[in-house]
C-alpha cells in the first residue's frame, strides 16, 4: 500500500475540550488535512522542538530519542496506520545496525519524537479519504454566515441526505477558514454518519 507523505501544518487549541490540542497534519501533495486531538504535554513538546526551544532539563520525548541515539537506533519514519471508533494508530520505524523494528504508539508520541529526529510522517490514502479535510476556497460568506438560530430552522426533517450533506460540508468550510480543525473534524463525522464517505 502506497504512504503519503505528511507534514505538520499547526496546532490550535480545543475549542471543546479543556487542555487538548488539534494536531493538524497536511498532505504534501495535495491539499488533505488530517487534525487529530492530542493532549497538551504532546502537544507541548511537539510545539517545543518545532520552535527549536530546548527546556532546562530533558523532557520525556527528548530522553527517549537521547537513549535510543546512545544504543546507535535511528528513526526511519512514523506511519499513521489505522483509525478505529475515532482513535488513529501508529508505528514507529527504528532502524538499529542492520534490524529493523516496528513500534506500536499515539500518534501524538511518535511524531512529538518525529521531529526530534527530523524523521518524515506518512500515512495511508484509506486514512485520507475516511479522516482527511479537503481544503478549498471558502464558499462566499453568505452561504456559510448563518446565525445558529437561523440554522436551526432551517433544518427541517424534510431535507434530503444530500441537501444536509452540502449544508454540513458549507460550515466545514467555515470551519476550516476560521482555524476551527476540531469543529471540521466532528462535523466530518457527521457526514460520515449519513453514509457519505
Known amino acids: 500500500m502506497e ?10 487549541s480545543s475549542q471543546s475540550q479543556l487542555g487538548t490540542f488539534a494536531l493538524v497534519l497536511g498532505e504534501e501533495d495535495g491539499n488533505r488535512k488530517l487534525p487529530i486531538i492530542i493532549g ?8 517545543l522542538e518545532m520552535e527549536n526551544i530546548k527546556s ?3 523532557m520525556t520525548h527528548d530522553l527517549l530519542v ?7 537506533i535511528d528513526m526511519i519514519e512514523v506511519v499513521i496506520t489505522d483509525l478505529k ?14 534490524e529493523t523494528r516496528e513500534i506500536d504508539a499515539r500518534p501524538s508520541d511518535a511524531i512529538a519524537v518525529a521531529v526530534r529526529y527530523r524523521a518524515p510522517i506518512y500515512t495511508y490514502e484509506s486514512i485520507l479519504t475516511e479522516a482527511g479535510l479537503v481544503i478549498r476556497d471558502a464558499p462566499a460568506a453568505t452561504s456559510t454566515k448563518t446565525s445558529t438560530a437561523t440554522a436551526k430552522t ?24 476560521k ?4 469543529e471540521a473534524a466532528r462535523l466530518r463525522d457527521q457526514i460520515d454518519k449519513l453514509g457519505e464517505h
Do not use: C, H, W
Request: proline letters at 3%; glycine letters at 6%; charged letters at 35%.
Open 3 to 12: 504512504k503519503i507523505k505528511l507534514k505538520i501544518d499547526g496546532l490550535s
Open 179 to 182: 482555524e476551527d480543525y476540531e
Open 56 to 58: 532546562n532539563r530533558p
Open 85 to 98: 471508533e475515532g482513535v488513529f494508530y501508529s508505528k514507529i520505524i527504528f532502524i538499529m545496525g542492520e
Open 154 to 177: 432551517e433544518e427541517k426533517p424534510a431535507q434530503t441526505k444530500d441537501e444536509m450533506v452540502r449544508r454540513l460540508k458549507e460550515k466545514i468550510a467555515d470551519a476550516i477558514s
Open 66 to 72: 537521547s537513549i535510543a541515539k546512545s544504543f546507535d
Open 40 to 47: 497538551g504535554f504532546e502537544a507541548q513538546a511537539i510545539a
